[in-house]
């Protein structure tokens, strides 16, 4: 499994910038946080894929700054700003597309979906629909505050929503008080994004290998899965203090990892 971070963790150092701190680190995939509407400008976006070319970065995923306003957009009761929302959505498709990402990653709602699975379900219709016309991933994250957080919820929409794929974030669950093995189990073959970080009982997140998190049952399941995505370190930048703190992470996750194929 190839292990590589998102460009979150260097926040708020501007996506370009952040794509040279992980070239020093000899970084080969990343995730990709737009962070506003100026950086969905397709001349932007090109000289960003330029700068990920040289140094040889893959972009694996995009985080859209508007993940906060998910729930607004998606899952509330006004068609025309659903039909906005749409609109906005298939642009970060086309940014995906310009920086060779294959997956935009989803918040979504705010636990509407524990009690009305069926309402939740008419909701992610546009982003399926985003899906099946651009061929990129619109990938469902759980977020500590969302239904995609709940393994039972996940069951359910799996057989609700066949095409429905997920972004694996082992804090978020914890954060949310649920089980982030459990949670994985229950994403199962349909995970196509991996945020990885640590945790323990006074820290909700930590640069892998200073907590207690269980990465061999974590592998396991993703395995067994067929997982064939990248490990994407994703931490907050108050978790370290230089490169120095984040390649000793990523060389803790590839010994763990370097067995996955």
Do not use: W
Not at 151 to 162: D, G, N, S, T
């Amino acid at each position: 499994m190839d292990v590589g971070m998102s460009l979150a963790c260097y926040y708020p150092l501007e996506p370009e910038k952040a794509a040279l701190e992980a070239a020093k680190l000899n970084v080969r995939v990343c995730e990709v946080f737009l962070n506003t509407i100026s950086e969905l400008e397709v001349p932007y976006l090109y000289s960003l894929r330029e700068i990920c070319d040289r140094h040889n970065i893959k972009v694996h995923s995009i985080h859209p700054f508007t993940s906060f306003l998910e729930n607004y957009m998606f899952f509330a009761p006004y068609p025309r700003r659903i039909a906005d929302a749409e609109q906005l959505y298939e642009r970060y498709a086309d940014a995906a597309k310009i920086l060779g990402a294959t997956v935009v990653n989803i918040h979504g709602d705010r636990g509407v979906g524990l009690n009305d699975i069926d309402h939740y379900v008419k909701c992610v219709e546009p982003l399926m629909r985003l899906q099946q016309k651009t061929g990129v991933t619109y990938a469902l994250e759980n977020v500590y505050f969302n239904s995609v957080n709940n393994p039972e919820f996940i069951a359910r929409l799996r057989q609700r929503v066949p095409d429905a794929r997920f972004t694996l974030d082992i804090k978020q669950a914890f954060k949310g008080g649920e089980d982030a093995y459990l949670v994985a189990e229950a994403m199962g073959d349909a995970i196509v994004n991996f945020h990885v970080n640590d945790r323990d009982d006074d820290h909700i997140c930590l640069l892998p290998g200073e907590g207690s998190v269980d990465y061999d049952r974590i592998l396991k399941i993703l395995s067994s899965n067929h997982y064939d995505g990248p490990a994407l370190m994703e931490v907050y930048r108050y978790n370290f203090q230089n490169n120095t703190d984040i390649r000793r992470s990523l060389d803790h996750l590839q010994t763990k990892f370097s067995l996955a194929k």
